[in-house]
């Protein structure tokens, strides 16, 4: 993903989550749904068709991870798939921070990312920059290829708006996705990109013939168990091309 923002122990659920996921309309794709694959029945993500991995899922025991890249212009190729990171969490059995405890020694092997890991009582944070990994206390944060809560105004927009709401209707949750506004110059951050890309993907819903934003998610957990997930999907131009909602109890 590009840019998410999500309330953690805040309200009524232990996560809520809203997530927007920016990739080349070529780049093959399988949409969310519960995955067939050997030993992940219970996993429900979407999944790149590429490289095999996933930027957002969580598994019916309420095990969840989602991941955004770290902007860095010119960056030499890394040699394994970011989209690894969320899916070996969620395949796997590790407590959220052990699991970011053991991925510091291997952080260089992938291309600039933050991560979050966690289930219905923890939730930690990783910025490969800086190698640390953060358990996260409750309240309500944005996330974007940046730091966690930069300021960036997409980013910032995106949290305030689930801050106002983070038990909110789903639907209306979704549309807070749906902004595709470009900020002023004077708010853009600096990121070695050029300006004219820069202002583009300074839009929280971004919308392009080859490049924007191909999937809007909500996740949220109950505190009971269970989990609600839904997944709106655009093709070129934000055209909409279906959407799916998970309501598991």
């Known amino acids: 993903m590009c840019l998410m923002a999500f309330a953690w122990q805040v309200g009524d659920h232990p996560l809520t989550l809203l997530g927007n996921r920016d990739e080349f ?12 694959e050997e030993g992940l029945a219970d996993l429900l993500a979407g999944k790149d068709l590429k490289a095999g991995g996933t ?22 190729a890394a040699p394994r798939s970011r989209g ?17 405890q053991q991925l510091a020694a291997e952080a ?12 219905a009582s923890e939730l930690w944070y990783f910025n490969s920059l800086d190698q640390h990994a953060k358990q996260v206390g409750p309240g309500v944060y944005g996330l974007s290829n940046g730091n966690l809560d930069s300021g960036w105004p997409k980013q910032r927009a995106l949290r305030d708006g689930l801050a106002a709401e983070p038990d909110g209707d789903p639907a209306a949750l979704l549309e807070l996705l749906a902004d595709s506004r470009i900020y002023p110059d004077a708010q853009l951050p600096g990121t070695g990109i050029r300006l004219e890309l820069e202002r583009a993907l300074s839009a929280a819903f971004i919308v392009g013939e080859e490049y924007g934003t191909r999937a ?18 655009y093709g070129p131009m934000g055209v909409m091309l279906g959407a799916s909602n998970w309501e598991i109890s």
């Open 108 to 119: 260089e092997q992938y291309g600039g990312f933050n991560l979050i890991v966690g289930d």
């Open 25 to 36: 309309h070529a780049r093959p794709t399988r949409a969310a749904d519960f995955w067939t």
């Open 55 to 76: 930027w957002l899922g969580v598994t019916r025991s309420q095990r969840f991870a989602a991941l955004t890249n770290i902007r860095a212009p010119g960056a030499a």
């Open 216 to 233: 809007s998610t909500l996740l949220r957990l109950g505190r009971g168990g269970g989990l609600n997930f839904v997944e709106r999907r």
């Open 84 to 100: 690894c990171l969320a899916l070996n969490y969620l395949a796997g059995a590790a407590a959220p921070g052990d699991y970011l």
